[in-house]
């Protein structure tokens, strides 16, 4: 069973190294000097006096010298002045205190002491003797904490370099995969152009389909890599969609497009009219003709509106999550932050969209 308290055996081992030094010190000055001059004191009066050398070691080291600021011109003139206080107020505190307490009978110094210019020379000597060895504790402090802010730095510049070095990999990666993906759709639209050729003649709702589809495609992966782009490209291709779905149905669809002629000249993130057409076709039932589905777009005093319609599919396979219309108030929010909002609603079975982009403030 341990009989100290944790937090001091802690303590102990944290400063281990100082109580060895102070050990090693005290046991030379106190047991080798002792036996060489044939002369010792009692233990009370070692112990009062290195009780107030070890304060006053520590007191200089780590409130003093920081104090003095050391590093700067202020040092010259605070340095002298804070060590002539120390010495002052040490002396004269240490030698009253002894010769209170050896008048009174606390303590019994071998040589009394005596409040004369010899007692206070020696004391001064004795107080500038630790002020010095403070003095070279606390360069050593400095000297280690400054290594160990090097290290840190070189650490730091060391895991800087990496991560450009990673960065940098990945660049090239992401640069081949864009070569790739530059190689493999040129080789896709040349497929599909040959498709398209070979069966006009044979099938021409089929070629019809095949080449609206490749513009489709050619523009989503063009209008990818752009943050904006013109308005009148993407109101192209939502006309290509609706006519690609109205050939692959086979039946009359009932959507409509409309929008002024200002609209198309705007530039806002790509392929967001296209997804909300999309959207349209996935849970929209667009075949009833009393209940048409309608796309319209204005633009008025700096803000573009889109207003979206349709009837509410109620055979879907597979109900409706909603991501595509998560993803793009994600995309709203990255692109316009609050000069964008998205609503939506469901009235009489209907399925109601409200976009709105303050251009005018970007």
Do not use: C
């Amino acid at each position: 069973m341990n009989i100290f308290p944790p937090f001091l055996i802690n303590f102990l081992r944290k400063y281990k190294i100082h109580f060895i030094g102070w050990f090693i010190f005290i046991f030379y000055e106190v047991v080798i000097m002792g036996l060489i001059r044939k002369q010792f004191a009692p233990v009370g009066v070692y112990a009062f006096f290195y009780f107030f050398n070890i304060i006053l070691f520590y007191f200089h080291a780590h409130f003093v010298m920081p104090a003095a600021k050391m590093k700067t011109v202020q040092a010259l003139w605070r340095l002298p002045l804070f060590i002539a206080l120390e010495v002052a107020v040490y002396v004269y505190f240490t030698l009253n205190l002894t010769d209170f307490l050896h008048r009174n009978g606390f303590l019994v110094f071998t040589n009394p002491p005596q409040l004369s210019l010899d007692a206070y020379l020696g004391t001064s000597y004795r107080v500038v003797y630790f002020i010095l060895f403070s003095s070279a504790y606390y360069y050593i402090l400095r000297y280690f904490e400054e290594r160990k802010r090097a290290e840190e730095k070189e650490k730091e510049r060391l895991l800087i370099i990496i991560e450009n070095q990673r960065i940098y990999a990945d660049l090239i990666k992401s640069q081949h995969a864009h070569l790739k993906a530059q190689i493999n759709p040129h080789f896709l639209f040349n497929t599909l152009n040959f498709i398209y050729t070979s069966t006009r003649k044979a099938a021409p709702d089929a070629a019809e389909a095949i080449i609206t589809l490749s513009e489709m495609m050619r523009y989503s992966i063009e209008e990818v890599s752009h943050s904006t782009g013109p308005l009148i490209g993407e109101l192209e291709q939502v006309e290509n969609l609706i006519k690609l779905h109205k050939l692959k149905s086979h039946q009359q669809l009932f959507i409509s497009l409309e929008y002024e002629d200002e609209v198309a000249e705007l530039e806002i993130i790509p392929l967001l009219v296209m997804t909300l057409t999309e959207n349209m076709f996935k849970h929209g039932d667009l075949l009833q003709e009393a209940h048409p589905a309608y796309l319209n777009l204005k633009y008025e005093e700096g803000v573009l509106r889109v207003e979206t319609k349709n009837l509410i599919n109620k055979n879907q396979l597979h109900p409706s999550h909603h991501i595509g219309l998560d993803n793009i108030k994600k995309r709203l929010k990255a692109a316009y932050g609050d000069h964008a909002a998205l609503h939506t609603s469901k009235q009489d079975e209907q399925f109601i969209l409200s976009l709105e982009i303050h251009l005018g403030a970007n």
